[in-house]
């Protein structure tokens, strides 16, 4: 199994575990579990294996009489709120047969309990099954406890997401100075580079390893011997472990197909995942649509449209949303695969005619019109369908995707993104020309509450075109991450950015404190679920934190000796623009004049690689370069945009490497997951069942 098509089916044979024991059981599966099923074949999935009914993983769930056994698929260790939960629905329910599946393996529940030796057969799986006996009453019923990495979704031919680990994020140097805090002075790290993964806190070590061991399974199942690379300090970290895990050595000593694999920091690049220049239609409906509840990557389309149910303020939870998710081979599944990897107006282009093909195929009275793609006229197809069950269930793939193309051409935030898009490329041109903290002041006159001062008659809505504070904060992103390409300041220049700073603190802490409903970001950088709890104190800390954060990621690639700019000045005939990190990377990975390039760092498995690693030092020993396999896995650890996906499509086909590239990730991002994921408190202290 050594092509990329091939590779993208992995992720399914891993459910087959699952599948095979779900025969006349009722499911129970997590949020993390569910959406990495979700686009491998969802719920239908576990039904067609024979399931009786899949039920939410929680404490207020239970079996009747009638329903004596269960399967539980989680994605965390079997401690904590994960045994709470377990044991509380089968003491609600009458079971005398469990499954309990976990993604997390054994040796990492050893890790966990703090044993360090390596120890025959599954003990703790092995108590776990006892424990389950006890709670459904009677030490003979049947209880099974096992390891099944169910972490991947194949959400394209082109990307594998690794949905569990979604809140996974690089190393920040806010970080560092947490980790030095509880070490002896004379132990603490100089750097981020500095750290290894035992180092870090023990929830961390623990998303790490259970990463690592989910992708040594993927790679045994293709039958791949890799060569690890990494670009950044986590993924350093990573493929290191990967590189030094005993049963990836074992494998590799036999595996038949060749690999590599660059491990990239999502930190390297944050321009590029803040910004709105990626002219991608999936990008859009990421950030317009609300995303499917316990879902990081899918987003709800409203069904409204293909009923005849009225639309009033209660409608929406009257029909079930639809989705983005296309798991079978389908017109849909190359539909979604295509507005992926395409331009905003090329993917607009194949949804009008994905929805006309079907129509004239199911022989409805289509009136055909080109010209400009617009909401109405993708609407009008879509009702078309209303008419005949049959044509609607043929094409219910296509129908949900024309649904969400119109839903977000038609979203009032749109506006906001263009303003956003333009504001960005004033900044870029600005950074060429002058200092930073002239740049920055340009976002000073931005920074004012929601409709403007007289708030009595506009309340907090927000004009279509005006940016609230969540886009203020991915202005500030994008900014503090091009720092460094800025002009050099005078003398004092660091005491005004200090000066700056605190009136930008000052307006980013009204603009928050005036909003009257609290989005998911503010509630997450705040710490407060109402704006009624949300204090000016509380909010001018929060702010103030946010930008001690901001500080460091000018520095993200100081460390580099060559890819150290994401930045092209302007030349009096070109404009200044974004060079992005992804295309570097894969110029100098398959560019063949290009030499070894120094900041992609070939990370030692064994003894082999480490006596070619001396042995160069004074000798002519070729190292591995991720060029020389005929497949090469991109892992970027933070997350990949869609318009990554479309870079790395078109740098391929370029550059026309011999090599096939597969994208590997964490999740599937939108801007509005940047802020997020940098100022959450529970970066280095991930959820992992504890």
Same mark, same amino acid.
């Given at each position: 199994?050594?092509?990329?098509?091939?590779?993208?089916?992995?992720?399914?044979?891993?459910?087959?575990?699952?599948?095979?024991?779900?025969?006349?059981?009722?499911?129970?599966?997590?949020?993390?579990?569910?959406?990495?099923?979700?686009?491998?074949?969802?719920?239908?999935?576990?039904?067609?294996?024979?399931?009786?009914?899949?039920?939410?993983?929680?404490?207020?769930?239970?079996?009747?009489?009638?329903?004596?056994?269960?399967?539980?698929?989680?994605?965390?260790?079997?401690?904590?709120?994960?045994?709470?939960?377990?044991?509380?629905?089968?003491?609600?329910?009458?079971?005398?047969?469990?499954?309990?599946?976990?993604?997390?393996?054994?040796?990492?529940?050893?890790?966990?309990?703090?044993?360090?030796?390596?120890?025959?057969?599954?003990?703790?799986?092995?108590?776990?099954?006892?424990?389950?006996?006890?709670?459904?009453?009677?030490?003979?019923?049947?209880?099974?406890?096992?390891?099944?990495?169910?972490?991947?979704?194949?959400?394209?031919?082109?990307?594998?997401?690794?949905?569990?680990?979604?809140?996974?994020?690089?190393?920040?140097?806010?970080?560092?100075?947490?980790?030095?805090?509880?070490?002896?002075?004379?132990?603490?790290?100089?750097?981020?580079?500095?750290?290894?993964?035992?180092?870090?806190?023990?929830?961390?070590?623990?998303?790490?390893?259970?990463?690592?061991?989910?992708?040594?399974?993927?790679?045994?199942?293709?039958?791949?011997?890799?060569?690890?690379?990494?670009?950044?300090?986590?993924?350093?970290?990573?493929?290191?472990?990967?590189?030094?895990?005993?049963?990836?050595?074992?494998?590799?000593?036999?595996?038949?197909?060749?690999?590599?694999?660059?491990?990239?920091?999502?930190?390297?690049?944050?321009?590029?995942?803040?910004?709105?220049?990626?002219?991608?239609?999936?990008?859009?409906?990421?950030?317009?649509?609300?995303?499917?509840?316990?879902?990081?990557?899918?987003?709800?389309?409203?069904?409204?449209?293909?009923?005849?149910?009225?639309?009033?303020?209660?409608?929406?939870?009257?029909?079930?949303?639809?989705?983005?998710?296309?798991?079978?081979?389908?017109?849909?599944?190359?539909?979604?695969?295509?507005?992926?990897?395409?331009?905003?107006?090329?993917?607009?282009?194949?949804?009008?005619?994905?929805?006309?093909?079907?129509?004239?195929?199911?022989?409805?009275?289509?009136?055909?019109?080109?010209?400009?793609?617009?909401?109405?006229?993708?609407?009008?197809?879509?009702?078309?369908?209303?008419?005949?069950? +049959?044509?609607?269930? #043929?094409?219910?793939?296509?129908?949900?995707? /024309?649904? $969400? %193309? =119109?839903?977000? !051409?038609?979203?009032? *935030?749109?506006?906001?993104?263009?303003?956003?898009?333009?504001?960005?490329?004033?900044?870029?041109?600005?950074?060429?020309?002058?200092?930073?903290?002239?740049?920055?002041?340009?976002?000073?006159?931005?920074?004012?509450?929601?409709?403007?001062?007289?708030?009595?008659?506009?309340?907090?809505?927000?004009?279509?075109?005006?940016?609230?504070?969540?886009?203020?904060?991915?202005?500030?992103?994008?900014?503090?991450?091009?720092?460094?390409?800025?002009?050099?300041?005078?003398?004092?220049?660091?005491?005004?950015?200090?000066?700056?700073?605190?009136?930008?603190?000052?307006?980013?802490?009204?603009?928050?404190?005036? +909003?009257?409903?609290? #989005?998911?970001?503010?509630?997450?950088?705040? /710490?407060? $679920? %109402? =704006?009624?709890? !949300?204090?000016?104190? *509380?909010?001018?800390?929060?702010?103030?934190?946010?930008?001690?954060?901001?500080?460091?990621?000018?520095?993200?690639?100081?460390?580099?000796?060559?890819?150290?700019?994401?930045?092209?000045?302007?030349?009096?005939?070109?404009?200044?623009?974004?060079?992005?990190?992804?295309?570097?990377?894969?110029?100098?990975?398959?560019?063949?004049?290009?030499?070894?390039?120094?900041?992609?760092?070939?990370?030692?498995?064994?003894?082999?690689?480490?006596?070619?690693?001396?042995?160069?030092?004074?000798?002519?020993?070729?190292?591995?370069?991720?060029?020389?396999?005929?497949?090469?896995?991109?892992?970027?650890?933070?997350?990949?945009?869609?318009?990554?996906?479309?870079?790395?499509?078109?740098?391929?086909? $370029?550059?026309?490497?011999?090599?096939?590239?597969?994208?590997?990730?964490?999740?599937?991002?939108?801007?509005?997951?940047?802020?997020?994921?940098?100022?959450?408190?529970?970066?280095?202290?991930?959820?992992?069942?504890?």
């Amino acid at each position: 199994m050594s092509t990329a098509d091939d590779f993208t089916q992995l992720p399914l044979l891993m459910w087959e575990k699952v599948f095979a024991k779900v025969k006349k059981a009722v499911v129970f599966m997590d949020d993390r579990s569910a959406e990495a099923l979700h686009w491998s074949g969802g719920a239908a999935a576990l039904l067609q294996a024979g399931a009786r009914n899949v039920k939410q993983f929680s404490s207020f769930e239970a079996c009747g009489e009638n329903e004596p056994k269960a399967v539980f698929v989680v994605s965390t260790l079997l401690k904590g709120r994960t045994v709470d939960i377990i044991k509380d629905i089968i003491s609600l329910s009458h079971f005398q047969y469990c499954v309990v599946f976990t993604a997390v393996p054994h040796s990492v529940h050893l890790f966990a309990n703090n044993v360090s030796t390596e120890m025959e057969g599954f003990p703790v799986f092995e108590q776990f099954e006892e424990k389950l006996c006890e709670w459904m009453g009677n030490m003979n019923y049947t209880a099974e406890v096992m390891h099944s990495p169910v972490v991947f979704a194949p959400v394209s031919q082109q990307l594998i997401v690794a949905s569990p680990f979604a809140h996974l994020f690089p190393l920040l140097p806010a970080d560092l100075e947490s980790i030095n805090a509880k070490r002896p002075e004379k132990k603490r790290f100089g750097t981020l580079n500095d750290l290894d993964g035992h180092s870090l806190p023990v929830e961390l070590q623990i998303e790490i390893k259970s990463l690592v061991s989910a992708l040594n399974t993927l790679f045994e199942a293709a039958g791949i011997r890799e060569d690890s690379f990494a670009v950044g300090p986590m993924s350093r970290i990573i493929a290191g472990e990967l590189a030094n895990h005993n049963q990836a050595k074992n494998r590799r000593k036999t595996a038949p197909n060749k690999a590599s694999i660059i491990f990239i920091d999502r930190t390297m690049d944050l321009t590029g995942a803040v910004g709105h220049h990626g002219d991608n239609l999936v990008e859009k409906m990421l950030t317009m649509l609300d995303p499917l509840p316990g879902h990081v990557t899918d987003v709800q389309v409203d069904m409204l449209e293909l009923t005849s149910v009225q639309r009033t303020p209660h409608s929406q939870n009257t029909v079930a949303p639809g989705c983005l998710a296309q798991t079978q081979p389908s017109s849909a599944r190359l539909l979604w695969e295509s507005m992926l990897t395409s331009k905003h107006k090329e993917a607009l282009m194949e949804v009008r005619r994905h929805l006309v093909e079907a129509a004239t195929k199911e022989k409805l009275p289509i009136k055909m019109s080109m010209g400009r793609v617009t909401p109405d006229q993708l609407c009008s197809y879509v009702k078309l369908f209303r008419s005949s069950w +049959e044509a609607l269930e #043929s094409h219910c793939g296509v129908l949900q995707l /024309g649904l $969400a %193309t =119109a839903q977000t !051409l038609r979203h009032p *935030r749109v506006a906001r993104w263009d303003s956003c898009l333009a504001f960005e490329r004033l900044l870029l041109q600005a950074l060429g020309d002058s200092d930073f903290p002239t740049v920055l002041r340009q976002l000073l006159p931005l920074m004012k509450p929601r409709g403007g001062e007289d708030r009595s008659s506009s309340g907090s809505r927000l004009g279509q075109d005006e940016c609230g504070p969540e886009e203020l904060i991915l202005l500030l992103i994008y900014l503090y991450t091009l720092a460094e390409e800025a002009q050099h300041s005078a003398d004092g220049g660091e005491e005004e950015l200090a000066k700056l700073e605190r009136e930008l603190i000052g307006a980013l802490t009204l603009v928050i404190t005036r +909003e009257t409903e609290l #989005s998911p970001l503010l509630q997450s950088l705040t /710490g407060c $679920a %109402t =704006a009624e709890e !949300l204090t000016t104190e *509380r909010a001018h800390s929060a702010v103030g934190k946010m930008f001690e954060t901001l500080r460091g990621l000018s520095h993200m690639r100081d460390r580099l000796k060559q890819l150290r700019s994401v930045y092209t000045a302007s030349d009096g005939v070109h404009q200044a623009s974004y060079r992005p990190f992804l295309r570097q990377i894969l110029e100098e990975v398959f560019h063949p004049d290009r030499p070894e390039c120094p900041d992609i760092e070939h990370m030692s498995g064994g003894l082999t690689d480490l006596l070619k690693t001396g042995f160069s030092m004074f000798m002519k020993v070729s190292r591995p370069r991720p060029r020389d396999n005929p497949l090469l896995f991109l892992f970027l650890v933070g997350g990949v945009t869609p318009s990554e996906l479309r870079l790395v499509k078109d740098a391929v086909a $370029a550059l026309k490497p011999r090599t096939q590239v597969l994208v590997l990730s964490t999740r599937l991002l939108r801007p509005a997951d940047i802020p997020e994921l940098l100022f959450s408190t529970q970066r280095l202290r991930p959820d992992v069942g504890f």
